[in-house]
């Protein structure tokens, strides 16, 4: 007996050493199909993985965007590739930019505002000179004047906007950000359990008072309190577990219109994991309270099964 226990001891340790050294060999198989040059998917290459931390790539593979792939690994497996794909301890914090002193936040009626991507409610993506305050000749004559570096981060996917003399911006760990626009000080900062990369919509709530809004990748909208950053309320637009939102909601008369896509092509690459049940979605949701008015599919039927494939995965489909 206790030699039998003592066989399955060396075995087992026999086989976390192996899979350790066999690093290199299971990103080949069960990663370098996307994380390659060239790759079907684009996905970061391994010379930005190695910018994240040991514990950012297991978290990834168990709990995260990555979590399908993960779960065709051992637990030793998945510690060797992160191991193997970090390249230490992740990126140094940068030094943390300085507290801005106490002031009260507002924008003055007329102000142009820099609001992501779209610009406007027609989604015009044209900032005129008057606006941006810029013409060709400044243009050409732009000096650096502060520069901000994302604690901890390899990336900076979010669209920073500018109301009120502040940047909104969030961040690839779900850090959201209020900073000054002419110094880069910071007034607060919000933690948002998932990476933040939508514009943040800033809207009057009355009384001197203004909200920020944002969607995070898990499907997670937030409103916060512009001048302190508090939690004003948060809610999920979808419950599908690879639901995310990176298009900005957009604020119209009092509603916030949220837009759902997902990332369900990424696990729909194991053989093993039962696609496809997301639904494309718009929801209109109250910018007071978060309540859901409405939500419209861009596909109007649920998925229903189809057959079962080779690996006992139920396939779905319309
Ligand atoms: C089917 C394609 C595909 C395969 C296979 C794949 N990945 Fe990814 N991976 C992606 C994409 C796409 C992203 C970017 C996701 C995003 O933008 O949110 C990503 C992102 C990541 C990230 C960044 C952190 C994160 O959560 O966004 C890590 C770490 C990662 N992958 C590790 C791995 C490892 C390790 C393997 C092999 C076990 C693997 N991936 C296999 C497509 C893939």
């Known amino acids: 007996m206790l030699a039998a226990m003592r066989t399955f001891l060396i075995l087992s340790l026999a086989a976390s050493a192996s899979s350790a050294q066999d690093a290199p060999a299971l990103f080949t198989k069960h990663c370098a199909g996307c994380h390659q040059a060239g790759g079907e998917i684009r996905a970061p290459l391994p010379s930005a993985l190695k910018l994240l931390s040991k514990e950012k790539i297991l978290a990834s593979l168990e709990t995260g965007t990555m979590k399908a792939q993960g779960a065709a690994l051992t637990s030793a497996e998945r510690a060797a590739l992160a191991a193997h794909l970090s390249g230490g301890a992740g990126m140094e914090p940068q030094a943390q930019t300085g507290a801005c002193p106490a002031a009260k936040f507002s924008i003055s009626p007329g ?24 013409d060709r000749e400044k243009a050409a004559r732009l000096k650096l004047k502060w520069a901000f570096g994302f604690a901890g981060q390899s990336i900076a996917p979010a669209q920073p906007v500018v109301a009120g003399g502040r940047l909104f911006l969030g961040s690839g760990d779900g850090t959201v950000y209020s900073l000054d626009a002419r110094t880069g000080c910071q007034y607060w900062t919000y933690k948002a359990p998932a990476m933040a990369r939508t514009a943040i ?59 759902v896509s997902s990332v369900e092509e990424v696990p729909a690459q194991n053989v093993k994991y039962a696609c496809c049940t997301f639904r494309g979605s718009v929801l209109a949701l109250d910018a007071k309270t978060g309540k859901q008015i409405w939500k419209s599919y861009t596909l109007p039927d649920p998925s229903k099964a189809t057959r079962v494939n080779p690996a006992g995965a139920q396939l779905s489909g319309r």
Request: net charge neutral; proline share 5%.
């Open 111 to 134: 102000e142009a505002g820099w609001t992501g991507w779209g610009v406007d409610l027609a989604n015009s993506r044209f900032q005129s000179a008057k606006a941006a305050g810029l």
């Open 201 to 259: 919509s800033v809207e009057s709530i009355g009384q001197g008072r203004y909200a920020v809004y944002f969607g995070d990748v898990k499907a997670n909208v937030y409103a916060l309190d512009a001048q302190t950053g508090a939690l004003l309320w948060q809610m999920q637009a979808d419950p599908h577990p690879f639901a995310r939102i990176t298009g900005a909601p957009a604020l119209s008369g009092g509603r916030l219109f949220v837009p």
